[in-house]
């Protein structure tokens, strides 16, 4: 059953949580609509970089429709609101990150130059892997080619502003097994940014079992591709949850740096809370 549904308007700031959403073949419509622009590094930018962006939240006061992707408001630290066109909202951003950033909603996946990753040398790459997943200095760093050649050359695939996949789907028995190996964190849902809430009442993880498989949930059809690698951003601080850094190494140690899975969508439709799913 679909137990919870969250799109995010901007890319790495806390989302919306929804009772119903459409999801075409680019996910939930309106999910990361919207992202930060470093001018200086010009490259787009989430919160493995600029940590801070955690601590905002944005909505659609507008849903989108079709091919439109209206302003989101954001909500800063303090409490201010501005929409993400205003430019205001992106001189808050400079103040609050300490970089020269613009809001940018999506563009065609023709622009290139717009999803180009900043070039970095192959020492700066591997610091920069070390940090964003959080390894210890005696471990290794991740195999740079498993990564496939789209994510050495853009910082998002074009025309999303996505990391990878267009879904991210997490299930409740993952995060209670993992609730269990480290009852000292908070292992809440939002901490993961899951797009899709999966209620399991198995006692392990089943997403492993549901690679390669699809799952129908609602009127939509999807696709299971791969296990979510996850990130340093479950451990920052955001609303509600502080930083901790032993979720990390918790699931380095349990669940080989993974929780949850991504997937495509085969075919579009509208997914509820309450939704009985399939898996076949």
């Known amino acids: ?12 700031m806390r989302g919306e949580s929804l009772r119903s959403a459409t999801v075409g073949i680019s996910g939930i419509l309106g999910d990361r609509g919207w992202a930060v622009y470093d001018v200086e590094a010009r490259e787009i930018r989430g919160a493995k970089k600029l940590p801070a962006l955690m601590l905002c939240a944005a909505r659609y006061a507008q849903e989108p429709s079709g091919g439109r992707i209206p302003p989101a408001e954001i909500v800063f630290p303090d409490g201010t609101r501005l929409l993400s066109d205003d430019p205001k909202a992106a001189v808050r951003l400079c103040e609050l990150l300490g970089r020269r950033v613009i809001l940018s909603s999506i563009r065609p996946k023709e622009d290139l130059a717009y999803y180009r990753r900043a070039p970095v040398s192959p020492e700066a790459l591997e610091g920069e892997l070390r940090a964003s997943f959080g390894l210890q200095p005696d471990e290794p760093v991740l195999d740079l080619a498993s990564f496939g050649e789209e994510f050495l050359r853009f910082a998002a695939p074009p025309g999303t502003h996505f990391d990878a996949s267009s879904l991210h789907l997490l ?6 097994v993992m609730a269990e190996a480290a009852p000292e964190s908070d292992w809440a849902p939002e901490r ?5 809430l999966l209620e399991s009442s198995g006692t392990t993880p089943p997403e492993p079992e549901w690679c ?35 979720i990390m190494r918790t699931l380095a140690a349990r669940a080989s740096r993974c929780l ?14 309450g939704d009985k799913i399939r898996i076949f």
């Not at 059953?1 to 790495?12: H, L, T």
């Not at 949850?260 to 809370?273: D, H």
């Open 212 to 246: 390669g498989r699809r799952i129908a949930a609602g009127s939509a059809t999807l696709e299971i591709e791969e296990p979510t690698l996850r990130c340093v951003m479950t451990t920052l601080e955001q609303s509600g949850l502080p930083k901790d850094l032993r």
């Open 192 to 196: 993961f940014r899951p797009n899709l």
């Open 1 to 12: 059953m679909v137990s919870g549904i969250w799109r995010y308007p901007v890319k790495s």
């Open 260 to 273: 949850g899975v991504y997937a495509a969508v085969e075919s579009g439709g509208i997914v509820s809370i």
């Open 171 to 176: 299930s409740t028995a993952a995060l209670r």
